[in-house]
């Protein structure tokens, strides 16, 4: 009998909204949201130029080890996680084609019909970065991401404003982007005396916009608001809280596409070790009034617990990597 305890924790999407809002750069989440994934299949027949033997491709992490190994890789790892696989391939068969690009890559696929027949998953993969690699640059998603990510993780309006402006001006951000950018400010600066909402919404209705999507902004307010949210998610809504953002903000960002970490991964956290445990219990109030309060762990490890978190409204891929990771990082610490 080793002592277990199990603690369950039910939150509601709407105490983060940004989570689902921004860019994902995992190569799961890109093919997901990019591309689609329906049951483990990928349709890829729309793809130009693709050829009939990868027109719809697998995905599995039982069978597919490279997949299992690169699916919580960010979109610049897995080009090199890619290129490596190619060389090897090229070591083994004594090739000797310069390969420094995914162009490279889909390139030295195409003029040898061996390697598609000896190595077809290596090829599959060759063929999806590419078409992701098409589709990041066709829909701007770099930039847009920048701005999401500058939008979720620091406060600074007038950069920000004039940034989104010039976001929805740009006839080559699609329209969705263009909204999910706008919601992510709105939901920011909702407070913020000098608030530009109701400007960006005339904004994008003259750049196009249908008018349901200009509508979802009050939508997402109405839903997901402060008013509506039981935590500060931007951290600015005391003095206390604004001097942490600050100081966060201050800390080396590896990837500025990939600096945001989501609330739920920091509530998590926060439990396993220990820290700020009573503040997450106001904020989640215990179903049963009798009950003790949770056993949580502390500043030298946890206790022998399993910790359930359900998110009424789903969860997105990033909390879903950002809770691998801690599992693994625990793992290693027992």
């Not at 196009?208 to 402060?226: E, K, P």
């Not at 604004?242 to 990939?258: A, D, H, M, P």
């Not at 056993?295 to 909390?319: A, K, R, S, Y």
Request: with cysteine; net charge negative.
């Amino acid at each position: 009998g080793v002592d277990s305890h199990a603690q369950l924790f039910i939150v509601d999407r709407k105490n983060d909204p940004v989570t689902p809002l921004l860019t994902q750069w995992t190569y799961h989440a890109l093919l997901y949201e990019l591309i689609g994934i329906n049951n483990g299949r990928i349709d890829l027949s729309h793809v130009p130029g693709i050829r009939t033997e990868v027109k719809e491709v697998m995905l599995s992490q039982d069978q597919d080890t490279f997949f299992k190994q690169s699916q919580h890789l960010n979109f610049g790892d897995l080009g090199a996680s890619i290129k490596k696989l190619v060389e090897l391939y090229q070591t083994n068969t004594k090739s000797h084609h310069q390969i420094e690009s995914i162009a490279d890559m889909k390139r030295f696929v195409e003029a040898y019909p061996e390697f598609r027949k000896l190595s077809g998953n290596v090829t599959k993969h060759v063929t999806l970065v590419g078409e992701l690699s098409r589709l990041v640059a066709e829909r701007h998603l770099l930039a847009v991401s920048e701005l999401e990510q500058s939008l979720a993780c620091n406060e600074q309006h007038n950069s920000d404003l004039k940034a989104l402006r010039a976001l929805i001006s740009d006839a080559k951000i699609t329209a969705e982007n263009k909204v999910r950018c706008a919601i992510l400010y709105a939901l920011r600066y909702e407070r913020a005396q000098s608030n530009a909402i109701a400007e960006l919404k005339q904004l994008l209705t003259s750049n196009g916009v249908d008018a349901d999507q200009v509508a979802s902004i009050d939508v997402v307010l109405r839903y997901a608001g402060a008013g509506e949210r039981q935590s500060d998610l931007f951290q600015n809504e005391n003095l206390f809280s604004r001097g942490r953002s600050i100081f966060k903000g201050l800390q080396g960002v590896e990837n500025v596409y990939t600096q945001h970490t989501p609330a739920l991964a920091e509530m998590v956290e926060q439990i396993v070790r220990g820290k700020q445990g009573l503040h997450w219990q106001e904020r989640l109030p215990n179903l049963d009034p009798k009950a003790r309060p949770p056993l949580l762990g502390n500043e030298n490890g946890m206790h022998n617990q399993d910790i359930i978190v359900f998110v009424v409204g789903g969860v997105t891929m990033e909390e879903e990597m950002a809770v691998a990771k801690l599992n693994e990082k625990l793992a290693s610490q027992n």
